[in-house]
């Protein structure tokens, strides 16, 4: 497993230099293996798909002008998320209106690491998980999208938040913990018509105020 991300991560730095040199067509190939996971995580800070949809391609853009600055001190992959991370900042962050939350990364929660809570969560239907994480406050959503959604290890996560990764773990446990007991007391109505692919699926609800930073 191992031997792939890496050679994942020699093909991204493949193309990136690619683009550097004005091949626009590494820059179509790096949108192919990265816009869709981008996309589900900007609409997960902007809660609009419209203005998510605008700040992928202004990541795409600000990735055509700055390929030449990377420098390899982490991956390409973690260097596109904190781009889009920012653009997203620069339109205003996390907006009322509903959040999205995909299945995909509600059924990563269910499956992560074991504990206490890991039952819970496993016995939990994944829209009930979306659901209940769509009431989370924005920093413990953030990773659950970035390492459930996204597939980001806990070193990129970190990267891309700037923040240790003893914060990450700790995002990361106390919003599983949450969920868990939330879940427990009893779960969130995100169940839907049962009409929708579960790949596809998202739940949506009015967010709750947002915390703090930690």
């Not at 900042?89 to 074991?114: F, K, L």
């Amino acid at each position: 497993m191992g031997a792939t991300v890496e050679g994942e991560q020699d093909a991204d730095r493949r193309l990136l230099c690619l683009v550097a040199a004005g091949d626009e067509s590494a820059l179509e190939e790096l949108y192919v293996r990265h816009g869709p996971a981008l996309l589900a995580y900007a609409e997960g800070l902007l809660a609009d798909r419209q203005l998510a949809e605008e700040t992928v391609q202004d990541t795409l853009l600000a990735v055509w002008r700055g390929a030449g600055s990377f420098q390899d001190r982490s991956t390409v992959r973690t260097w596109l998320f904190g781009i889009c991370r920012r653009q997203a900042s620069r339109r205003g962050g996390a907006r009322r209106g509903t959040v999205h939350v995909p299945i995909d990364a509600a059924v990563g929660v269910a499956t992560d690491e074991p504990g206490p809570e890991a039952v819970t969560l496993a016995r939990a239907d994944a829209r009930a998980v979306a659901a209940a994480m769509v009431e989370l406050p924005s920093i413990h959503r953030e990773v659950l999208d970035l390492a459930f959604g996204a597939g980001l290890t806990r070193d990129e996560i970190a990267a891309v938040l700037d923040v240790p990764v003893g914060t990450v773990k700790s995002r990361l446990f106390h919003a599983r913990v949450v969920l868990a007991r939330a879940l427990a007391d009893g779960p969130a109505d995100g169940q839907g018509d049962g009409d929708e692919t579960p790949g596809r699926a998202a739940a949506t609800r009015q967010p709750t105020r947002q915390g703090g930073r930690r």
